[in-house]
């Protein structure tokens, strides 16, 4: 089967009347098409093409004659006995020839199908970079939001420690850095949320102890003189501990500690301190001088370790009173 000519070509690109004339003789084994640029030769390709792909002509009117056969060009897609045909001009190229930069380098790929794979996996390429940018887009926000949030520990825990700290001593809040403040966080997010409001100290609060902080210190009391009147307060404290523990044993303190499940040594010196240190309210006995109630911070942490042991709740509440 062999295509012996274009019958005519009406309206169709560049050829507006084409018929092929009488004394042209048909195509051959071998033909040579040449003329100037748009004298039509890439429409002639064309056409050949449209054999190849059986695709119908719809511009103007397009006859071949293949093997003594008229084979109209609308009709060339049910048009039976057609010639196998390969065309190689620049509309394969486009189909069939893929190259990542536009145009013919040392790599490229040939088939429809290897085409839509390689653009499918420039497409993937394209999908990587994006991807790798975002990331370092996010990565780089992560840092930012990262360091805003250590200055804010950083600004909070100051404040905290400006707040709380105190010349010498043991205060916890000499130290207080950002660790110490994320710790306190981390602390309260363990309770309820009503729990989390009743702990927070609202702006007014926060302004009084600020004032505080800032007013001038008040004179230094002189412990020991400040002592003189704790074995009383603790006489009458363990006596009111005790007659609500100890009812059946009220107005004797040696029976009723007793009863009490406490170190030994430590509810004797408690004993011996009240009685030695304790009367009538008030300390005249002249043998017994201010240097000896030194001992009274030891009996008083005695005393309160007692009350703890015996009676955790009780000493809880007491605690919280004192707090309050």
């Known amino acids: 089967m062999a295509i012996e000519r274009f019958n ?14 009488q004394d042209l003789l048909g195509f051959k084994e071998k033909n040579l098409f040449y003329g100037w640029n748009g004298t039509g030769k890439s429409t002639l390709s064309n056409l050949f093409r449209s054999i190849e792909k059986q695709m119908p002509i719809s511009e103007g009117q397009v006859e071949f004659v293949i093997n003594g ?41 040939l088939g429809e199908e290897n085409i839509e794979k390689q653009q499918q996996v420039e497409k993937l390429k ?8 975002e990331g370092c887009e996010k990565g780089a926000e992560k840092r930012r939001l990262e360091k805003v949030l250590d200055d804010f520990k950083k600004e909070r825990a100051k404040s905290v420690k400006d707040l709380l700290s ?26 309820s949320d009503a729990q989390q409001i009743a702990k927070a100290l609202d702006e007014p609060d926060l302004d009084a102890q600020k004032k505080k902080k800032e007013s001038a210190p008040l004179p230094k009391i002189d412990i020991l003189k400040f002592n003189f ?7 009458r404290l363990l006596e009111s501990f005790l007659a609500f523990r100890q ?9 009723q500690l007793d009863l009490i499940d406490f170190d030994v040594t430590k509810k004797t010196r408690i004993l011996r301190f009240l009685h030695t240190h304790s009367h009538a309210g008030q300390i005249s006995d002249p043998e017994h001088g201010p240097s000896i109630l030194i001992e009274t911070k030891q009996v008083l942490s005695d005393l309160l370790g007692l009350i703890q042991k015996d009676d955790c709740r009780h000493f809880d509440q007491m605690k919280e009173l004192v707090v309050k």
């Open 69 to 109: 056969n008229k084979v109209d060009g609308a009709n060339i897609a049910s048009a039976q006995g057609l010639p196998q045909v390969r065309v190689f001009n620049r509309d394969f190229i486009v189909g069939n020839v893929f190259t990542t930069h536009g145009a013919v380098a040392p790599i490229f790929f």
């Open 8 to 21: 005519k070509i009406r309206n169709h690109r560049i050829f507006s009347g084409f018929v092929w004339p």
């Open 247 to 255: 009812p059946s044993k009220s107005g004797e303190l040696r029976q």
């Open 166 to 191: 105190s010349s010498g001593g043991n205060n916890p809040y000499n130290k207080y850095d950002k660790r110490s403040y994320q710790e306190k966080c981390d602390e309260l997010l363990k309770f």
């Open 126 to 133: 394209g999908d990587i970079d994006l991807a790798e940018k």
């Open 229 to 235: 009147p704790l074995p009383n307060i603790a006489r």
